[in-house]
């Protein structure tokens, strides 16, 4: 009778020779649930209710926002009656809509950037763990990590001053390029860390035997290896997408008028007056992300179902 | 995936894409299509270049938005406003962009003007644009920081004093003396200075019979010894418009420019519940200027721009939006007649005009800046 | 998988340039991040051993020194610090005591078609703009506002709710924008976990709390760093938050580095301000990667059952 150990070690092997899935891989399909959950104790029921009472708070503001958007008044903040004007006002109004513009641009090409860089650091990282430079690159994208977003901004916009002035680079005192370029920077590492952690997983002697059968690099990335990461790219291009839609801090540093994006306009009303067309247009962008996650959502759990991930891949891409 | 092979692949089931590339191929399409539509209406309104825009970095509902409109549709260019809450902070960031900040037209305070002149920031005016600037009155062109009018044409003037909710202060209140009293007392807590390290400099050298524009070691001690040891723990926040305060009740007594001040009084449920005082030793007289900026990617937009609000039923337009004096001829009469609600708030009597100091930037404006730095972190403990 | 002793010379070729290819693929985002990151960070750190000259030059080099440190290690800096720091630690283990349950329940006691759905009902506020929804709870808290009135109403308090624009405030801000990254993590470690551990030590009658304490908690221990990891730098260098929230009372250091850029046009102290940020969050981590690794050890050690001790005959039983 072997003693029980403790030992994190010990579970960490069982996690990781079951790929860390669920257990009884293959064989048999899904076992009716364990009976663990057949008497729920009073614990189960406060947790159950601990979890609840957490989501409703992490909805809270959210609702309140929603809520607000109808509101007719002047000030988002007294209330003043029921009514879609907010929505009229927010649509109808020059400077809005182009901040939208100028932040959903942003978004798609500061995605576009970090996805290609971060792909293909992330595949270089899984395939490559040993090699010399494995240990610098990951220190770098684990500063871009633990630096403050203020601290980061202060450094770039004298930094683009610099390249449009003094090199005469003119291309950095294009709004929409610095902004692209600024965005890009935190994503492209948390896409290199996503891609890395689905691509950790999988074998080389695939690609290993499409170049044992001659075939190109390009080739092989587009047949062999790009199919394999494709969840992971889309994931970490989505969350490009959203981290560049919400950044605020550094936008607002490097911003050039005339490429104001929506969370700098949001900023600015904050020290004047807040509108209700603010949370007009914040329920408005919160529908469309929803739409493009369900969108994704529908993707991933394609690929899911043929890959056999377990509920939490999502998450666990997410995370890496 | 090979196309055309012969050779049948041993792959496991999963490498069989489920999503066909052609369907992902289609998806990026689509995505890039959307960026590049949004790229097309982007350019050709608020581009970031000369392209028919004209962007404006000024203060806080300082326009009224029928103005604007009214300006883009009989003139042309798309107007986009940014806006600040103190001069600090425009000057800051003209200076940090070094000209590449893509403003057309900024709104520096008088005082300013001279030391932005000599920084290089502003681009010279050329007047034969700006016919209406005839209308404006002659006391306000031509003066000591802007002789000839080289670089800057008024847009409004106004001066500074207080606000409060007559429910929650019981006596009434004529002096910045009694501002500083009620800070410490009835609005501890509750009270709100502008962002400007300068006028709540002013508020202080004024209450104690010190002349505003001193540039005394001992009295600039002074003041922040009392700042930053007798208010620092009673201010609630630091706000440049506590126009939308006053509307709210959210505070009991908040420093505020009189445009803003009767703004916010307007709105509120009960304007009665609220008193602006201009109070009885003085207080900073200010004049807002319309000015270029050096670098401006439409300067001839910006030029349209100026000379459109100086014409007489705009500027009354503005007057009745902002309530500040814009000081073009005959506008207080035109703004009685228009039955502008307040007016007390807007046109100050000579008695009250006799007492307003005309603000100047001297060797104190370094010490007034490191004092409010101190005053913000003093007024967490 | 080995690779094949007796392979052509051209597969072997082939195999060279195979890895040469992969390792390639970093240097793009390694120049990137250097030219973009590194660079302007160095720049900055260059300004901070300067100094402003006058009123309207931001800074010069001319004389190199370390007084902007000194000047920004002031009492009033340092006390912003304390602050933050002190918002950073509380709000930190906040949303771990907070999210814990939550990530426990959303990974062991609900179905995976449930976990998925609670997934995204996590992650929907997230989506929502930070700034937008720190506006939510501005409007919420306000003295005017309908929780005041609400409460008032109700006679659980006497006069308007006060809490605006104080530090509470911001803790209360920061714990709520920072929650949904501690229960990734968090969720991710709890949902790896082998339950059969679990299973066995129930079998071997330890009760829940010991099983708890000695299985779940230590197998969650990575999720539970890195989302400590994950709140506390972010929320060190907050600017949004406290501005929204905090008014005057509630200032943070990000505010005041922000602060000497935006208005005081003091580059030098302002990097300064921010160098020192920046070693202030490198340090806490360091320190508290020390300090667990340590924990870790002696937990280790305590509780190691040494097996060749009690199973000579059939040797080391791993």
């Known amino acids: 009778m072997t003693g029980l150990r403790t030992d994190a070690g010990v579970a960490g092997a069982v996690a990781a020779r079951s790929g860390g899935e669920r257990p009884s891989p293959g064989a048999a399909p899904d076992a009716p649930p364990v009976p663990r959950r057949r008497r729920r104790s009073p614990t189960d029921v406060l947790i159950a209710i601990w979890g609840v009472l957490g989501l409703l708070f992490l909805f809270f503001p959210v609702l309140v926002i929603i809520v607000y958007s109808f509101n007719t008044g002047r000030q988002l903040r007294s209330w003043d009656g029921f009514g879609f004007s907010s929505y009229e006002n927010a649509l109808g109004n020059p400077t809005i809509v182009a901040t939208i513009q100028v932040s959903i641009l942003a978004a798609a090409g500061s995605a576009v950037v970090s996805t290609i860089l971060g792909s293909l650091a992330g595949v270089a990282l899984a395939r490559r763990p040993s090699a010399r430079w494995v240990g610098w690159l990951t220190l770098l994208l684990g500063l871009i990590m633990v630096t403050p977003e203020i601290v980061n901004a202060v450094s770039l916009l004298p930094w683009f001053v610099d390249l449009s002035n003094t090199w005469h680079l003119s291309i950095f005192a294009i709004g929409q390029v610095r902004l692209i370029v600024a965005h890009s920077l935190f994503s492209c590492a948390v896409v290199t860390f996503i891609v890395r952690a689905r691509m950790a997983g999988v074998d080389e002697s695939l690609e290993e035997a499409a170049a044992d059968l001659g075939a190109p690099p390009v080739r092989r990335f587009l047949d062999i290896t790009f199919p394999l990461m494709r969840p992971a790219v889309i994931s970490g291009a989505l969350l490009s997408f959203t981290l560049s839609l919400d950044n605020t801090v550094l936008s607002s540093f490097v911003s050039v008028a005339g490429s104001t994006p929506w969370p700098v306009y949001v900023f600015a009303s904050l020290r004047s007056t807040l509108r209700p067309e603010i949370a007009a247009v914040s329920t408005l962008m919160l529908g469309l992300t929803l739409v493009a996650l369900a969108l994704v959502g529908l993707v991933l759990r394609r690929a899911q179902k043929t890959t056999g991930d377990s509920g939490g891949g999502l998450a666990a891409t997410l995370v890496g | 995936m090979p196309e055309s092979s012969d050779v049948r692949l041993l792959l496991p089931a999963s490498m069989t894409a489920r999503v066909s590339r052609r369907l992902f191929l289609g998806g990026l399409l689509g995505a890039g299509a959307t960026a590049a539509l949004a790229a097309c209406s982007t350019g050709s309104g608020s581009g970031s270049g000369g392209s028919g825009g004209l962007n404006i970095y000024t203060w806080g509902e300082y326009d009224d938005p029928d103005v604007l409109s009214a300006f883009t549709k009989e003139v042309g260019p798309k107007i986009t406003i940014d806006s600040y809450g103190s001069n600090q902070e425009m000057i800051a960031k003209l200076v940090a962009a070094a000209g590449t900040s893509g403003y057309d037209i900024c709104l520096p305070t008088h005082q300013y003007i001279p030391q932005m002149a000599a920084s290089d920031l502003l681009e010279e005016l050329d007047l034969d644009k700006i016919p209406n600037f005839e209308n404006v009155d002659p006391a306000y062109i031509d003066q000591s920081f802007d002789p000839g009018n080289r670089y800057s044409v008024p847009k409004a003037w106004g001066s500074t004093g207080y606000a409060y909710d007559t429910t929650a202060v019981g006596r009434e209140l004529t002096s910045w003396a009694d501002f500083w009293d009620v800070a410490q007392n009835e609005a501890s807590g509750s009270l709100s200075l502008l962002e400007d390290p300068g006028e709540i400099a002013y508020a202080y050298f004024f209450a104690n019979g010190i002349d505003p524009l001193t540039t005394d070691e001992g009295h600039l001690e002074e003041y922040r010894a009392f700042i930053t040891e007798k208010i620092a723990p009673h201010v609630q926040t630091f706000e440049s418009y506590p126009g939308a305060s006053i509307t709210n009740n959210a505070r009991v007594l908040a420093q505020a420019f009189n445009g803003d001040a009767r703004a916010g009084i307007l709105e509120n449920e009960d304007p009665s519940r609220w008193r602006y005082v201009t109070p009885s030793e003085g207080g900073n007289l200010w004049q807002d200027n319309w000015a270029i900026v050096k670098g401006a990617p439409n300067p001839d937009a910006a030029h349209d721009f100026i000379n459109y609000v100086l014409d007489p039923e705009v500027s009354l337009a503005e007057l009745l939006y902002i309530g500040y004096n814009t000081g073009l001829k005959g506008i207080e009469e035109a703004a009685v007649a228009a039955g502008a609600e307040l007016p007390e708030l807007i046109f100050f009597t000579p008695e009250q005009t006799a007492k307003l100091v005309f603000a100047e930037l001297n060797d104190a404006e370094q010490a007034y800046v490191d004092i409010y730095d101190e005053l913000t972190a003093a007024a967490g403990q | ?318």
């Open chain 3, 1 to 318: 998988m080995a690779a094949d002793p007796v392979a052509a010379p051209a597969v072997r070729q082939s195999r060279r340039r195979l890895r040469w290819s992969v390792g390639m693929l970093a240097l793009p985002i390694g120049a990137w991040l250097i030219f973009f990151f590194i660079v302007p960070f160095g720049l900055i750190l260059w300004y901070s051993f300067g100094e402003k000259p006058s009123l309207y030059v931001t800074h010069s080099n001319d004389v190199l020194s370390l007084d902007r440190y000194l000047e920004a290690v002031s009492p009033a800096f340092l006390q912003t610090f304390g602050r933050t720091l002190e918002i950073s630690v509380v709000g930190t283990v906040l949303c771990l005591l907070i999210a814990f349950p939550m990530a426990y329940w959303m990974a062991t006691k609900l179905s995976p078609s449930r976990q998925g759905l609670v997934l995204a009902l996590v992650l929907i506020p997230y989506w929502t703009n930070f700034l937008v929804r720190t506006i939510g709870w501005q409007i919420t808290l306000s003295p005017e506002g309908f929780l005041s009135e609400g409460l008032q109403a109700l006679g659980l308090r006497d006069g308007p709710l006060e809490v605006l624009y104080t530090m509470p405030a911001v803790q209360l801000g920061v714990v709520y924008n920072y929650l949904p990254l501690m229960i990734l993590p968090l969720y991710v470690a709890l949902e790896r976990m082998d339950h059969r551990l679990l299973e066995a030590s129930r079998d071997l009658g330890a009760n829940a709390v010991e099983s708890f304490r000695r299985v779940t908690l230590p197998l969650a221990l990575p999720g539970i760093a890195a989302g400590m990891l994950l709140v506390f730098v972010p929320l060190m260098g907050d600017y949004i938050t406290p501005s929204v929230l905090g008014g005057a009372q509630g200032g943070m250091v990000g505010q005041m580095v922000a602060g000497q850029f935006n208005r005081a046009q003091n580059w030098a102290l302002g990097s300064a301000m921010a160098v020192i940020l920046m070693l202030a969050i490198l340090a806490v981590v360091v320190l508290f990667v020390l300090v667990a690794r340590l924990f870790g050890f002696v937990v280790r050690r305590v509780q190691h059952v040494d097996l060749t001790a009690v199973l000579p005959a059939q040797g080391a039983a791993r």
